[in-house]
């Protein structure tokens, strides 16, 4: 707990970091746009030298050209940019921070499920909601991101390669991540019940005679105690939930590598 509060610390501490960061990115970003490939996709059907001189003529009357008179231009869609991607880059660094604590205590808590399944996952319907918070913001950010990319060229991706980064990495990492921890805490769970339950009913038949009917019934409930905690299982996101966000992702993934490779 005290790494992570340093961790969170540190994030605000050197905020200026992230800022100059921002600039740089919205730098990359404006000449991207300036390399010609924004406004290339929009250029009427035509032999190419000319679609080209079109678009280059489209971007050099753009209110927010890297051009002679487009300063006060310039300087707003830079700031816009650079606090986009400053939010962007500080909403992962929290996530990142997130992560790390769940990855660091892992072998020192013991997670546990509610049997009784009264929120409908087990008592982890908090873990459930948070990640769908975040989840939900970065499938906005992902279709944002493919509305970005949609007028790239595969030679422009240099200058986005921060965002891109973002864009492939962020989204299935806090999927995979909290869902392989939770997969590890269910096995390490389902170890200690069963262990638990085999004991406890030993115990209990001992206590019995030799052949009697409780001893039989304890069994029998033995059996399908154990039957229930070898098919338990615990998931944080229902299948549909799964697919619905996966094709979120895929399909803007698709369209932007299909758009930026057929440029």
């Known amino acids: 707990m005290r790494r992570t509060n340093l961790r969170f610390a540190r994030c605000g501490r050197f905020s200026w970091v992230v800022a100059l960061g921002s600039l740089a990115t919205a730098a990359l970003l404006m000449a ?26 489209a971007y050099t009357s753009w209110w927010a050209a890297l051009a002679p008179g487009h300063g ?6 830079g700031l ?26 892992r072998n020192w808590v013991t997670y546990g499920v509610d049997q009784g399944n009264t ?4 008592g982890w319907s908090p873990m459930r909601r948070l990640l769908g ?10 279709v944002a991101f493919s509305s970005l990319f949609i007028g790239m060229s595969a030679g422009e991706i240099p200058w986005t390669a921060p965002f891109l980064i973002l864009y492939l990495i962020a989204l299935p990492a806090y ?22 339950t085999r004991e406890e009913f030993a115990q209990a038949r001992d206590n019995c005679p030799p052949l009697s009917v409780d001893r039989f019934q304890l069994r029998e409930l033995e059996r399908a105690e154990l039957n229930h905690l070898r098919t338990l299982d615990v998931r944080l996101f229902k299948i549909k939930e799964l697919v619905a966000t996966a094709s979120v992702y895929l399909a803007s993934l698709v369209a932007t590598l299909a758009r930026i490779f057929m440029h």
């Open 72 to 77: 006060a231009g310039v300087v707003v869609y």
């Open 133 to 142: 918070y975040v989840i939900f913001s970065l499938l906005l950010s992902v």
């Open 32 to 57: 991207a746009y300036r390399a010609g490939g924004a406004f290339f996709a929009l250029a009427p059907s035509g032999a190419e030298a000319e679609r080209r001189a079109w678009s280059e003529a």
């Open 80 to 105: 816009f940019a650079a606090l986009i991607s400053y939010i962007m880059i500080k909403h992962n660094l929290m996530g990142i921070c997130f992560i790390l604590f769940f990855v660091s205590i």
């Open 119 to 122: 929120d409908g996952f087990y």
């Open 175 to 196: 999927i995979l991540v909290p869902n392989r921890l939770l997969k590890s805490a269910m096995r390490d769970f389902r170890t200690r019940e069963i262990a638990s």
